[in-house]
């Protein structure tokens, strides 16, 4: 096709503009009329994809503002929901120990009083987990340096014998079973300081078949001679039994090391 023949834009000089026609050359041949007819139904129909990929970038850039958005307001309200969460265990646990110093009865008072104090070890355990728990699940060996590091001040003014160490394996277990293992630790933990006095050990192991162990042990008077943890007078086995029913985990106790003072170990696997 010769240049003056050829079908030309009008306004060439802005090719892009999608108003642009191919005007016809008055002595165009059929056969080249049909030509620039079809070039221009193709490029009609071009013109219309376009349009209609340029609509769905945008709705899909509306859609994933959108998620960010969402992102955003799941994660206020989990903060939200932690803060009243933690804001109400602290109110409950104010309330016990109110009502513990103005009973007159001695046993009901120490009864309030050791509810105050576990509500006080939930919201603990809560906070804890809560400034490291990450996408994935939480950082169990970080979450039990922390709880240890919070006992070993409690027990700083006692004897300088008290030792309190973790031994612990990295590994991330996911919220649901990491809540109620941390309230065990604590429990089994609280029990070590309260009937031994030297060195406590609280160990996380990964077995070769992906079950892990939480274990407490002490070098303490040891366990009561036919000792069974569901017959016992205080509260703190029975919420233990309860809780690693919970994560289906199992519990078991035996001498410590040395064969002296206690042991308590669970078994669970961090994957239900
Ligand atoms: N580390 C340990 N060394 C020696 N004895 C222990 C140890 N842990 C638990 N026991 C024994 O098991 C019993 C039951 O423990 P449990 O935690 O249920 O009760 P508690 O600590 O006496 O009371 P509570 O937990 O309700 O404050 C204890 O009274 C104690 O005899
Ligand atoms: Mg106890």
């Known amino acids: 096709m010769r240049a003056s023949n050829s079908p030309q834009a009008v306004g060439s000089?802005?090719?892009?503009?999608?108003?642009?026609?191919?005007?016809?050359?008055?002595?165009?041949?059929?056969?080249?009329?049909?030509?620039?007819?079809?070039?221009?139904?193709?490029?009609?129909?071009?013109?219309?994809?376009?349009?209609?990929?340029?609509?769905?970038?945008?709705?899909?850039?509306?859609?994933l503002r959108e998620k960010d958005d969402l992102i955003v307001l799941k994660d206020i309200l989990a903060e939200e929901s932690e803060h009243r969460l933690l804001n109400g265990l602290q109110l409950i646990t104010s309330l016990l120990a109110t009502q513990s110093r103005s009973t007159k009865n001695r046993e009901a008072a120490a009864q309030l009083s050791m509810a105050a104090n576990r509500v006080a070890t939930l919201a603990r355990v809560h906070r804890h987990l809560h400034t490291i728990e990450k996408l994935e699940g939480v950082e169990f060996k970080q979450y039990l340096e922390r709880l240890c590091d919070d006992l070993s001040d409690m027990m700083s003014d006692e004897s300088a014998e008290r030792s309190l160490c973790v031994e612990a394996a990295e590994l991330t277990i996911p919220r649901a079973i990491a809540t109620p293992l941390a309230f065990i630790a604590s429990e089994l933990i609280t029990n070590s300081i309260k009937y031994a006095k030297g060195r406590i050990t609280v160990s996380l192991q990964i077995m070769p078949n992906g079950d892990a162990t939480l274990s407490v042990s002490d070098d303490g008077p040891g366990l009561p001679e036919l000792f069974d943890p569901a017959a016992t007078n205080g509260l703190g086995m029975k919420i233990i039994a309860a809780l690693v029913g919970q994560i289906h985990g199992e519990l078991y106790f035996a001498k410590g090391d040395h064969d002296q003072g206690a042991r308590f170990s669970v078994l669970f696997s961090p994957q239900t």
């Open 13 to 63: 000089e802005n090719a892009s503009n999608p108003d642009t026609q191919f005007r016809q050359p008055d002595n165009c041949s059929i056969a080249v009329c049909s030509a620039i007819a079809m070039y221009e139904q193709e490029l009609e129909r071009h013109r219309a994809t376009e349009s209609r990929l340029r609509d769905s970038v945008l709705r899909e850039a509306d859609l």
